[in-house]
């Protein structure tokens, strides 16, 4: 006489790994055509690699469309934004000299304008005004561009990072228009 299973075990058993196997497929799917996405919208920018990264970041990529893209991107820039103006702060705060600290300053002013500019650009986004919320955001690459033409080179990596992230945000944005 051998062991036997009882039907209900086995429904119990089986049933929930086949609706688990299903949704592991459908994520799995759905995650594969985010990547295509993030990929075919990157790919437009000059730093392809960059905004795949930054866009992978945050999970929330894999399941949006481009206009959800670009809002995660926005977003993620102002973030970005947010930690420069930090940091610009700090560097301002520990310059030795007038002239340092007055080109610091400078620096640190373009990251706090950038900010409000930021924020313009969701709350343009938010109303479906693309246009008016890439007007901000080139705000902000321009403000940041107005840093780097000051000469402060303790400001250089912190420049080049927002110059190229701004940079490849407004080609995502500018797929919406």
């Keep these: 006489m051998g062991f036997q299973f009882p039907l209900r075990t086995m429904l119990f058993t089986i049933i929930p790994l086949l609706v688990l196997n299903q949704s592991l497929i459908r994520t799995t799917g759905g995650q594969e055509i985010g990547k295509a996405l993030i990929a075919t919208t990157c790919n437009k920018t000059e730093y392809p690699k960059d905004c795949i990264s ?8 894999f399941i949006s469309n ?8 926005l977003e993620i820039t ?9 940091v610009a702060q700090y560097w301002t705060s520990r310059q030795r000299d007038y002239r340092s600290w007055d080109f610091s300053k400078v620096c640190t002013d373009y990251y706090s304008d950038s900010i409000n500019s930021l ?6 986004f938010d109303e479906m005004k693309f246009d008016k919320a890439y007007q901000s955001l080139q705000s902000v690459h321009n403000n940041i561009a107005g840093c780097q ?18 940079k490849y945000v407004l080609v995502v944005l500018h797929q919406l228009f």
């Design 54 to 61: 930054t866009l992978e970041s945050d999970p929330r990529s």
């Design 66 to 73: 481009i206009t959800g893209l670009a809002r995660i991107a």
């Design 78 to 86: 102002a973030w970005k934004a947010n930690s420069s103006l930090i």
């Design 119 to 124: 924020k313009d650009s969701l709350k343009a």
């Design 149 to 166: 033409r000051a000469g402060v080179t303790d400001f250089n990596d912190l420049n080049a990072m927002m110059l190229k992230i701004t």
